[in-house]
């Protein structure tokens, strides 16, 4: 009945999504430099949000993970202790691509990333697509997409920002932002360092009694401490009108103990360790002063990873990638779009046989075109082929379309759809892990159809928008990890994910007041139609893809002042085949800030209460989560630019 309650509540406050927006509460840092990426106009029906500033300067010492689970309705699973996936439409960790420039950060043994390891500080801009993208993403944007974003506002001074942050339990996050340059050149330097001890205490029921007293006792969490740091460094070059050189450098390591489950906690000794090292480069040359556009990048990646400090458990890949395209707008409402990219891996894999692979190859051929045939009706058409060393890659295209129409001076109707082919090959630990990988495996294969409408009532300088989206996907060829006598990879069965997205928000602006807000709700039945174990087809939901989520947010702001507060629900989610669940929950968090400026400078105050109502949940089964936890932080900007 309290969740209900609290469920209730999420829909009648009017909070806000993550959500592209254009009323802007809070330009605390930077200024949003608006940009029209080619990964929107050629996915013209796309759904594709941006996390708005507000939410980003909320969660500028946390992570991936947080953002996600605050402000979208997209599952988080994952512990306490450094590990989380993420999980689009109920789709697997290996269906979302996570963009960096011209790279996707995944791991290429893995086909995945943590959360937990992308810090939100250093980005200016998280666009979050929701389906399938291969055509333009390729392998692995099955379920949704993450495009990690710069600003480039071509500094001319000095401009330095920096966070100090503290939280409950021994957490701790440092920042720094150092921006130098003329306004033809700059450079940004970005660093950040972050700890969290997770001592936590928690109900722990599998204690050494719980068969003649099965009351919980109060545990405190051991094993679970994280560290992560890192630094990205950009030089930005403005060659000419139009004609730009960017180049990113990014290099972090990150360290975590392997959580225990609450069993194990009771008899902590000891635990894993695991230690990551990644550096990933991205270097872009741009030119768009005439009617034929072209862009050429490379890219250099190493992902390093040690278990427990054993060197021979060594996981490393390396990769080598370039890309190049050329863009013709031929005529006002058409262009043209083609290229192709090649990328060399060579992974150093202690369960590799260097008899099965020393390296592999890939190359993607793409063609796009644009189209509007008529006023605010726009078209894409989206054609990639990829080649893989020794494997038959799948064939990805996809149509797209957008209509607009302003039904009165305030309201703009918009309505979008689209189908789209998306594929995902294998990952190097899926084919060549010792004697469990199978370099037999078919790619996945998925099918996505989507289409919505989008209503906006702009009044002035309030507004309000209500949209509704539907999609269905389907996914053949399933890749799983199963127990066949041993653990081994195959293609296990056929998934259905379908469902309906429905966000409201709104903003109203009073002179020196605001007040901004919004509701997310998803709806979202995943099975398995197909599967190679017979017992395994049934009517229950994948496992950890809860068939309901909400969430919402509302900010308050009184000139320098602003409140803030977000509530999340999480529907129940299974946990196994047999029909076991983890109970759906409820959480809340809040805070308040106050800027104090003076000059072009400011100083900004911030406290948060997190799990507000100290609710107790898992989001991984049997491991515990951090209780309600404090939060302040103090940031600095010093602006010594000319504007």
Known sequence: MRHLYYLFCL???????????????????????????????????????????????????????????????????????????????????DHT????????????????????????????????????????????????????????????????????????????????????????WESVTKFYNYEN???????NPYHNNRFTDPTPIKDRQNGAEVHNRGVLQQFNYLLAPGETLKSSFWYEESWHQVQPNMPSNITYESTAELDNKNFRSWVEYENNSSEIQYKAGAGYVRDRQIYNNINDQLVATERLVTDALVSYSYAPNQELRFGGRYKYIVPDVHAYSRDNIRYEQRAHLFLSWFYEPIKNLKTTINLRQPYVTGFNAPFAPSFMAEYAMNTSEALRTTFNSGVSRSYRIPTLNDRFWGTQGNPNLKSEVGINIEGGVTMLYQPGADYYRLRV???????????????????????????????????????????????????????????????????????????????????????????????????????????????????????????????????????????????????????????????????????????????
């Open 11 to 93: 829909f009648i406050t009017f909070p806000l999504i993550a959500g592209e927006s254009d009323f802007v509460i809070d330009s605390v840092f930077l200024e949003e430099v608006t940009t029209y990426s080619s990964y929107r106009r050629f996915q013209p029906g796309a759904k594709i949000d941006r996390i708005p500033a507000a939410q980003m300067q909320i969660a500028q010492s946390g992570n991936l993970e947080e953002v996600f689970s605050r402000f979208t309705p997209v599952y988080i699973k994952g512990n306490a202790g450094g590990l989380s996936t993420i999980r689009f439409r109920g789709t697997a960790p």
């Open 97 to 184: 691509a996570i963009n960096f420039g011209g790279i996707n950060i995944n791991s290429h043994t893995l086909g995945h990333s943590n959360m937990t390891k992308i810090p939100v500080f250093l980005f200016d801009r998280i666009d979050v697509q929701y389906g399938s993208s291969s055509a333009i993403n390729g392998s692995g944007a099955i379920g949704g997409a993450i495009y990690l974003e710069q600003n480039h506002t071509w500094t001319k001074g000095v401009r330095n920002y920096r966070i100090y942050s503290n939280g409950s339990y021994g957490e701790h996050f440092y920042g720094e932002k150092l921006y130098l340059g003329n306004g033809v």
């Open 197 to 203: 001890r997770n001592r936590f205490s928690f109900k």
């Open 469 to 643: 989206n539907a999609f269905y996907m389907d996914v053949d060829n399933w890749i799983e990890w199963r127990n066949f006598g041993q653990w081994e990879a195959r293609n296990i069965q056929k998934v259905q994910s379908k469902g309906m997205e429905i966000q409201l928000h709104a903003g109203i602006e009073m002179q020196s007041f605001s007040l901004e807000g919004g509701l997310n709700y998803t709806y979202n039945p995943v099975k398995r139609i197909k599967d190679i174990t017979a017992s395994h087809v049934n009517d229950q939901q994948l496992m950890y893809s809860p068939l309901h989520m909400g969430n919402s947010f509302l900010q308050m702001k009184w000139r320098e002042f602003s409140c803030f507060a977000d509530l999340g629900y999480t529907g129940e989610r299974y946990y196994d085949n047999d029909g076991n669940t983890l109970p759906s929950h409820v959480m809340a968090n809040s805070g308040l800030s106050y800027r104090l400026p003076f000059n072009q400078h400011s100083l900004i105050l911030m406290a948060q209460v997190k799990n507000l109502l100290n609710e107790d949940y898992q989001n991984e089964r049997y491991y515990a989560m951090p209780g309600r936890t404090y939060h302040i932080s103090i940031s600095f900007d010093l602006n010594f630019t000319q504007l």
